[in-house]
């Protein structure tokens, strides 16, 4: 199937899903815990645009709900929130030193080719275009791991895991038609459920160790090394 | 008759450059609550220091006084290749992509020479940090440029645009990556802020002009007016390339003029993206160039792969 015999909407959504990928890699590369949270938001609302992209093509009622709801929680809730909480914790002025950016800028990048060669096999035998953008989003769970595991500090590690959540919900876009409402929502509600919780945390391991670094957490050991 | 029309394209090239480097000056004092100078300053620039007599330093050898030359006419060559107001010209015909890579490596070769050859140490300096970034460069751009080549099965930009022409408006994946890939290369080979600042003579941050620091008169306009065309000719790659709607394809006079109105007006639009990207970032330090050049690879590599995964006839 050649690209120009696509109709333009799932040309659009093609060109999203890459936009997708790359506002992950944007994530990877941030230091600054600001602008991350800001392209965090970012890869939300290009998310939001392609599920009013599906919903439109496909004619598909409740995918303008799960827009909605995305655009509410991952668009302006939760990126509000984390920079609420960066704001007050004043970290907004710490730049992270990220160790190796070229390494892991180019793990990234081989695993990207990664999860392109391990869908390929199913992309070709399948007759749904827009399973292509799968890969994709494979991908942009792996480098929400590879930005959990890269950056020290806990609002990173957050973010990394909202982005792990975007790639699963594309996925579910893309691949399915979406989920059906029961599940989405109740996804939805976990996410927001998560976000609270993980603010309660950052207070806590704010009180207890001073800082939000996870390094730090060593010093939680009880003997000394 | 072909020709003619490319000789006037490569005049217009040449003529035009100084014009776009005003307009993103003005541009920019504009966004800066300055006042602009007039868009025609380069011009005058360019001919005061035309009218002024050079001074060489007595150890410069003949590359230091030949080497402007040998840069402006490679850069000249370099543009002839781009198609700017018309495609499916002779000297666009005659030369691929790699041959401009190819004549910006010359420039670049001898301009390093030049100055490395007087002795000073700015001149050596920025000789060694032109050539660290352009050694990063020149692969993200090839990158780039392999995926258009790839959609079009052709290096030829003249044959890489006319299919993008006639294709119609498909949106591609890969050409995002590789937008964004050669944005990020224009602006670290022809020395715009975040990697290097035109405006500025600082001692420790300076790279293009450090090269330059011991050129005058008519030697330094050629050097300034190579830059400026330079310049101009990354905004042309940009622009025609990814948005190629407007270029003459038959060379009657209506479509000529209506392909030269466009044009100017793409690089009027992207001058401006340039003056406000310019205003909005601070320059970054030296050693952080090289995390910017090789997220541009990034970039052209991925734009390669989702050309191949994504768009690749099955």
Redesign the interface.
């Given at each position: 199937?050649?690209?120009?015999q696509l109709d333009?909407y799932t040309?659009?959504i093609?060109?999203l899903?890459?936009?997708v990928?790359?506002t992950s890699?944007l994530m990877l590369?941030q230091g600054r815990l600001l602008r991350l949270i800001f392209v965090f938001a970012m890869q939300g609302f290009l998310l939001t645009l392609t599920t009013a992209l599906a919903a439109y093509s496909l004619n598909n009622h409740h995918l303008y709900i799960s827009a909605v709801l995305t655009l509410v929680l991952k668009v302006i809730f939760i990126p509000w929130m984390l920079r609420r909480q960066v704001l007050q914790m004043n970290m907004h002025r710490d730049i992270e030193a990220l160790k190796n950016?070229?390494a892991v800028?180019?793990g990234?990048?081989s695993l990207?080719?990664f999860s392109?060669y391990v869908l390929?096999p199913i992309?070709?035998s399948s007759s749904v275009v827009m399973l292509?953008?799968l890969?994709v989003s494979l991908s942009v769970v792996l480098l929400g791991m590879l930005l959990m595991i890269s950056h020290r500090q806990a609002i990173a590690h957050v973010v990394g895991f909202m982005s792990i959540e975007n790639g699963l919900f594309f996925a579910a876009i893309v691949a399915t038609n979406g989920m059906p409402m029961v599940v989405e929502l109740g996804v939805a509600f976990d996410v927001l459920v998560a976000a609270v919780l993980f603010g309660i945390f950052f207070l806590h391991i704010r009180t207890s160790i001073d800082s939000l670094d996870v390094d730090l957490l060593n010093k939680l050991h009880e003997v000394e090394k | 008759m072909n020709w003619l029309i490319a000789i006037l394209q490569i005049t217009l090239f040449v003529v035009l450059a100084p014009l776009l480097a005003g307009w993103i000056k003005c541009c920019k004092c504009r966004l800066q609550n300055r006042k602009a100078p007039s868009v025609f300053q380069p011009y005058r620039d360019l001919l005061k220091l035309t009218c002024k007599q050079p001074v060489v330093s007595e150890q410069a050898s003949w590359v230091f006084t030949k080497a402007p030359y040998i840069i402006f006419s490679a850069t000249v060559l370099a543009a002839s290749v781009v198609p700017l107001i018309a495609v499916d010209l002779p000297t666009s015909a005659s030369a691929d992509v790699i041959v401009m890579v190819g004549f910006f490596a010359f420039a670049r070769f001898f301009l390093a020479l030049a100055g490395l050859d007087i002795g000073t140490a700015f001149g050596g300096m920025g000789s060694s940090r032109e050539m660290t970034i352009s050694s990063l460069a020149e692969p993200a751009m090839l990158m780039a440029i392999f995926t258009l080549t790839m959609t079009a099965s052709t290096t030829n930009l003249s044959f890489a645009i006319t299919h993008v022409l006639n294709?119609g408006?498909?949106?591609?994946?890969?050409f995002?990556?590789a937008l964004?890939a050669l944005t990020l290369v224009a602006i670290a080979e022809t020395g715009r802020i975040p990697v290097d600042n035109p405006a500025t003579h600082l001692e420790l941050t300076m790279i293009h002009e450090a090269m330059i620091l011991e050129y005058s008169g008519r030697h330094l306009a050629l050097i300034e007016w190579a830059s400026q065309l330079k310049l101009m000719l990354y905004g042309v790659l940009i622009a025609n390339i990814f948005f190629p709607w407007g270029i003459a394809e038959t060379f009657n006079l209506q479509a000529l003029g209506y392909g030269l109105l466009v044009i100017m007006g793409k690089l009027a639009l992207l001058a401006v993206f340039l003056a406000i990207a310019e205003t909005l970032v601070a320059k970054m330090r030296l050693f952080r160039v090289?995390?910017f050049l090789?997220?541009a690879y990034?970039?052209g590599?991925?734009g390669m792969?989702?050309h191949i995964?994504?768009?690749a006839?099955?």
């Amino acid at each position: 199937m050649n690209i120009e015999q696509l109709d333009f909407y799932t040309q659009a959504i093609l060109s999203l899903a890459a936009l997708v990928g790359l506002t992950s890699f944007l994530m990877l590369g941030q230091g600054r815990l600001l602008r991350l949270i800001f392209v965090f938001a970012m890869q939300g609302f290009l998310l939001t645009l392609t599920t009013a992209l599906a919903a439109y093509s496909l004619n598909n009622h409740h995918l303008y709900i799960s827009a909605v709801l995305t655009l509410v929680l991952k668009v302006i809730f939760i990126p509000w929130m984390l920079r609420r909480q960066v704001l007050q914790m004043n970290m907004h002025r710490d730049i992270e030193a990220l160790k190796n950016n070229t390494a892991v800028m180019l793990g990234g990048a081989s695993l990207m080719v990664f999860s392109y060669y391990v869908l390929h096999p199913i992309v070709q035998s399948s007759s749904v275009v827009m399973l292509n953008a799968l890969a994709v989003s494979l991908s942009v769970v792996l480098l929400g791991m590879l930005l959990m595991i890269s950056h020290r500090q806990a609002i990173a590690h957050v973010v990394g895991f909202m982005s792990i959540e975007n790639g699963l919900f594309f996925a579910a876009i893309v691949a399915t038609n979406g989920m059906p409402m029961v599940v989405e929502l109740g996804v939805a509600f976990d996410v927001l459920v998560a976000a609270v919780l993980f603010g309660i945390f950052f207070l806590h391991i704010r009180t207890s160790i001073d800082s939000l670094d996870v390094d730090l957490l060593n010093k939680l050991h009880e003997v000394e090394k | 008759m072909n020709w003619l029309i490319a000789i006037l394209q490569i005049t217009l090239f040449v003529v035009l450059a100084p014009l776009l480097a005003g307009w993103i000056k003005c541009c920019k004092c504009r966004l800066q609550n300055r006042k602009a100078p007039s868009v025609f300053q380069p011009y005058r620039d360019l001919l005061k220091l035309t009218c002024k007599q050079p001074v060489v330093s007595e150890q410069a050898s003949w590359v230091f006084t030949k080497a402007p030359y040998i840069i402006f006419s490679a850069t000249v060559l370099a543009a002839s290749v781009v198609p700017l107001i018309a495609v499916d010209l002779p000297t666009s015909a005659s030369a691929d992509v790699i041959v401009m890579v190819g004549f910006f490596a010359f420039a670049r070769f001898f301009l390093a020479l030049a100055g490395l050859d007087i002795g000073t140490a700015f001149g050596g300096m920025g000789s060694s940090r032109e050539m660290t970034i352009s050694s990063l460069a020149e692969p993200a751009m090839l990158m780039a440029i392999f995926t258009l080549t790839m959609t079009a099965s052709t290096t030829n930009l003249s044959f890489a645009i006319t299919h993008v022409l006639n294709e119609g408006l498909v949106l591609r994946p890969s050409f995002v990556f590789a937008l964004a890939a050669l944005t990020l290369v224009a602006i670290a080979e022809t020395g715009r802020i975040p990697v290097d600042n035109p405006a500025t003579h600082l001692e420790l941050t300076m790279i293009h002009e450090a090269m330059i620091l011991e050129y005058s008169g008519r030697h330094l306009a050629l050097i300034e007016w190579a830059s400026q065309l330079k310049l101009m000719l990354y905004g042309v790659l940009i622009a025609n390339i990814f948005f190629p709607w407007g270029i003459a394809e038959t060379f009657n006079l209506q479509a000529l003029g209506y392909g030269l109105l466009v044009i100017m007006g793409k690089l009027a639009l992207l001058a401006v993206f340039l003056a406000i990207a310019e205003t909005l970032v601070a320059k970054m330090r030296l050693f952080r160039v090289q995390e910017f050049l090789s997220f541009a690879y990034l970039l052209g590599l991925l734009g390669m792969l989702s050309h191949i995964i994504l768009e690749a006839v099955r």
